[in-house]
């Protein structure tokens, strides 16, 4: 059989299990979003960014029903003043089967946020979020049967 690739992108929803899904031999990705950066009062400096979202994944994912719920973690958002927003979490039928959490905001506009760490799955990342696997670029939900 054909490997295929699926992508959720929504902010959530729920996913139909395709028909031809092999509950045996699957691979969910999952990112969370990225942290919110911030400016600095001189407009000749820039910003610490916000850290990278987690990156998890599990195997062998067995659906008990049609579908599957999932949520997609947005990117925090970025200040001008005070702390950035962290990114979102992103997970997979629940946060306790697949979870990535998403990258703190900066918050002192010069060293940049952590990537978000302690989610829920393997962890193919090293510290401060950083993907160790190659795995979409994008936030999002990826599933490879």
Do not use: C
Request: glycine fraction near 26%.
């Amino acid at each position: 059989m054909a490997q295929k690739i699926v992508f959720l992108t929504a902010a959530s929803g729920n996913w139909t299990v395709l028909d031809d899904f092999n509950k045996d031999n699957n691979i969910i990705h999952a990112i969370g979003g990225g942290g919110g950066g911030r400016v600095v009062s001189s407009a000749s400096l820039g910003g610490g960014g916000g850290g990278g979202g987690e990156y998890r994944a599990m195997q062998n994912f067995s659906p008990t029903s049609s579908f599957v719920t999932f949520a997609v973690g947005q990117g925090g958002a970025g200040a001008s003043a005070g702390s950035a927003s962290s990114g979102g979490t992103t997970w997979f039928n629940s946060t306790a089967t697949l979870a990535a959490i998403g990258g703190a905001g900066d918050s002192s506009a010069a060293a940049g946020g952590p990537g978000g760490s302690g989610g829920v799955g393997a962890a193919g990342g090293g510290a401060d979020g950083a993907g160790a696997i190659g795995v979409p670029s994008a936030r999002a939900i990826s599933l490879r049967a």
